[in-house]
């Protein structure tokens, strides 16, 4: 480019500065702008000088509303990351860890922590600390809108729930915990009498991963129950179905089918439950490992031969009370069962030495034995338990004891 | 259960539990509380428990009722297996929980005259047995206070399971 000497140059520096100054001015003009802004001030000049102060301060006032209200609903959005805790521990621990000590808390201690104030609030009520809670302490409190309550807060989280003696507590309150729980695992609804058929129905339809399940003393219940939890839950591996005196043979069978993974059966005071429901339970769940039978005075030994030859595993076995039952049953469980640790037979008045004796020699991790009421039973048991069983640490007998 | 005042049930109708349990926790002593269960709830912490009846613990034989399966009495409170009921064995107890008792009558029994008063389960009400007041005979004064449950309404839980 053609410099002409003098007057091009004169011409450019000029608009230069020109230039610069206008953009000078226009900087400040907005640096004033934007601190006026800042401090609430009203960015527009008092043209009359005069103004009312009312509609001073509104004005003054409007920028800092809709910044307040802006910041407000960020901090609705992501409640966690913006709510600055005022306490020292909060603000230097970071919240995984605040987190993880909570998820130690048991349920008071949790709620407690939940009042301490909003961060804490967030944290407490985190589904993450409500996977198992325990409501056994507080039973007369619990009725349904609390259950249904936790249901919504805790959702997908919930995975262990003990309702045991939670008497108010009734089916409709379970179907929402069913609805909203899915991934419920070990439910334990003993003694809540107001449970019904089509509670167990409804859990059965939601949650597939239940794998425990404590029915004692629901009065209720019957086969129904049963045959909803074999479609509906094959992960069965616990049922308690205790003093549930609806129970007959075709409920248990029925389980048996649909749940080959029962590890845990128990079915004391069930008076229906006969030979035919333990022989299903044998055929079907060859993994069983405890079986409870007290009182279910229509046992035979067929039944319990049965169990003793299809089920390897057993470790824990109680038919106290099962008077038609003889040595047969000893004897077979002794030539199957060398893993049995529990033994329950009070009150099996037919035993006699030789069935105890063949169990002396074969089942050498005997723990645990109740042999009271077994009147035929001499010292030659005791004495041979005694050789035959180094592990044996309780034995129940008769005591001769006179007062 | 406890009777809450309006502005209580609706709180614990909408918000969570913890609501729920901060507000039996101030209470501390709430009638209600200490009249739930006959015997006082053996667990150690200073809130009070809210159960329906009393518990023991499980790891101990326990003694319970057969009609509808509330404990009655622990196997270390077992005094004596020698006694006999009106319907067959009974056992001798020191203390026992979920039970009532009645009015104080003087009776013949087989070991002479007594001031006895029949108990019967809360939870139930089947009679059990009955409780000693007052024996009259020196003898016998070792029964006094004791209680006779009869073993036809007792069943036998090892607490193995």
Redesign the interface.
């Known amino acids: 480019m053609l410099r002409v000497k003098g007057q091009q140059r004169q011409q450019q520096p000029l608009r230069n500065s020109n230039r610069k100054r206008a953009k000078r001015r226009r900087r400040k003009h907005q640096l004033r702008q934007r601190t006026r802004q800042r401090h609430g001030v009203s960015t527009m000049k008092a043209r009359n000088g005069e103004r009312s102060p009312s509609r001073q301060k509104n004005s003054a006032k409007e920028p800092n509303d809709k910044m307040m209200n802006q910041i407000q609903l960020v901090r609705n959005r992501f409640e966690k990351s913006c709510i600055i805790p005022d306490d020292e521990i909060s603000r230097k621990l970071p919240k995984e860890i605040l987190l993880r000590i909570l998820s130690y808390l048991d349920v008071t201690s949790l709620c407690r922590c939940g009042q301490v104030s909003r961060y804490w609030n967030i944290l407490a009520l985190d589904g993450s600390n409500w996977q198992k809670i325990d409501l056994f302490d507080f039973q007369r409190d619990i009725e349904g809108p609390v259950i249904e309550n936790i249901s919504q807060r805790c959702g997908g989280f919930l995975k262990y729930l003990r309702l045991r003696g939670c008497q108010s507590v009734g089916s409709h309150s379970i179907r929402t915990l069913a609805n909203y729980c899915h991934n419920i695992e070990h439910l334990d609804l003993s003694e809540c009498k107001k449970i019904s058929d089509v509670a167990i129905q409804q859990l059965s339809k939601n949650c597939a991963k239940l794998t425990a399940i404590n029915l004692e003393s629901c009065s209720q219940i019957s086969d129904s129950s049963l045959k909803a939890l074999s479609d509906g839950c094959p992960n069965l591996s616990e049922i308690n179905v205790s003093w549930c005196n609806l129970i007959t043979e075709n409920g248990v069978e029925a389980l048996a089918r649909g749940c080959n993974k029962i590890k845990k059966f128990s079915s004391k005071g069930c008076k229906q439950v006969n030979d035919r429901a333990v022989i299903a339970l044998a055929l079907y769940c060859p993994g069983i490992e405890v079986l409870n039978l007290h009182s279910c005075d229509s046992i035979t030994d067929a039944s319990i031969s049965k169990i003793a030859e299809k089920c390897c595993n057993l470790k824990q076995l109680c038919v106290s009370k099962c008077t038609e039952l003889t040595d047969q049953s000893l004897t077979a469980l002794a030539m199957n069962n060398q893993y049995l640790n529990t033994l329950e037979v009070a009150g099996c008045a037919q035993f006699t030495d030789s069935g105890f004796i063949a169990l002396a020699k074969n089942c050498k991790y005997l723990e645990r034995m109740d042999l009271e009421e077994c009147s035929l039973i001499t010292d030659a048991t005791l004495q041979n338990l005694a050789l035959g069983c180094p592990s044996l640490e309780k034995l129940v007998r008769n005591e001769t004891s006179v007062l | ?2 009777k809450a005042a309006p502005g209580q049930e609706r709180r ?2 909408i ?4 609501d ?3 507000q ?2 101030a209470n501390g002593g709430h009638a ?1 509380g200490q009249s ?1 269960s006959a015997s006082s709830s053996s ?1 150690g912490s200073g ?1 009070m ?5 009393a ?1 023991l613990p499980p790891t101990n ?1 326990t003694y319970s009722c057969v009609h509808c ?1 509330a404990h009655l009495a622990s196997h270390d409170e077992l ?4 006694f006999q009921g009106s319907q067959g064995r009974a056992y ?1 107890f020191n203390s026992v929980v979920n039970v009532a008792c009645g009015q104080a009558e003087e009776r013949v029994l087989l070991t002479g005259l007594h001031a006895v008063a029949d108990i019967y389960c809360e939870c139930c009400r089947t009679p059990l047995g009955w409780k000693y007041e007052h024996a009259f005979e020196s003898s016998q004064k070792y029964k006094e206070g004791k209680y006779i449950i009869e073993l036809a309404h007792m ?2 839980e ?1 607490g ?2």
Request: glycine share 0%.
């Open positions: 259960m406890p614990m109708r918000t969570f539990l913890f729920l349990l901060f039996e926790a209600n739930s667990s809130t428990v809210k159960t329906f009846q518990y034989r399966r005094i004596s297996k020698s001798l069943i036998k090892n193995w399971d």
